[in-house]
């Protein structure tokens, strides 16, 4: 298995206040991205990193952040949470070697409850 | 607009019968393609993939997909399901001029009958 750890894996937090999930890899992949699951729309993609302190926006970035210090880590944090942001959020990484392909892996997700 | 379609949100079907999973996509270019599963309170397991080549690609767990360009699909197969094989399974689509970034489908929930 890919070397991804995601933390925490289950939150519940109240409305309003900010949340910051981390993700680690140990591949030394340049790309990571955070995704959310929600019934019925598979995996969305929220915000994603191609290297040190590059980032960029994905689907559905309205209401959140994301900072990338070190190539292993990415933070994804929700300044005040709302309820419509109770999800399943899946951090992955991918490579994009010289003349090759390659798929992302995912982490095994972090399970937020907003109340 | 770009996207990734999968028409049966769930199948039922028997054990040791085949089962074949639709999906199709709305692009302008012929992306990368993969098919994840996801087991209950897990991850995303990679299934198989296409970049190039043969149309015809092998994964694990017995599955197989075919890519039709004509046809923008790419649908997965199973010749005899096994109870294990009971999951949502996800298609879903990249571009590796686009940082490899993946749109999914909805997802298909199967459910095998014993």
């Known amino acids: 298995d890919a070397g991804i750890t995601q933390s925490p894996r289950h939150k519940v937090t109240e409305t309003g206040t900010p949340v910051t999930l981390r993700c680690h890899q140990t591949?030394?992949?340049?790309?990571m991205y955070w995704y959310r699951q929600d019934p019925g729309h598979g995996l969305r993609l929220i915000h994603y990193?191609?290297?040190?302190?590059?980032?960029d926006k994905g689907e559905v970035s309205d209401g959140y952040s994301v900072s990338r210090s070190k190539t292993e880590d990415f933070l994804l944090t929700l300044e005040s949470a709302t309820s419509s942001q109770t999800s399943v959020y899946f951090c992955?990484?991918?490579?994009?070697?010289?003349?090759?392909?390659?798929?992302?892996?995912f982490g095994q997700g972090t399970r937020l409850t907003v109340v | 607009a770009q996207s990734v379609t999968q028409p049966d949100i769930h199948i039922t079907v028997s054990e040791g019968a085949s089962l074949e999973l639709r999906c199709n996509y709305s692009?302008?270019?012929?992306?990368?393609l993969f098919w994840y599963v996801q087991s209950p309170g897990q991850g995303l397991q990679l299934l198989l993939k296409?970049?190039?080549?043969?149309?015809l690609v092998q994964g694990i767990k017995g599955f197989e997909a075919e890519f039709k360009r004509s046809q923008s699909s790419f649908n997965l197969r199973k010749p005899s399901v096994h109870w294990s094989d009971a999951a949502e399974y996800f298609c879903?689509?990249?571009?590796?001029?686009?940082?490899?970034?993946?749109?999914f489908g909805g997802g298909t929930r199967v459910l095998v009958k014993p």
């Open positions: 992955a990484i991918s490579d994009l070697p010289r003349g090759g392909n390659t798929e992302a892996f």
């Open positions: 591949e030394n992949h340049r790309y």
């Open positions: 990193s191609y290297g040190v302190k590059d980032t």
């Open positions: 692009y302008g270019a012929t992306p990368y």
């Open positions: 296409y970049f190039s080549g043969d149309t």
């Open positions: 879903a689509v990249g571009f590796k001029a686009a940082g490899n970034k993946l749109t």
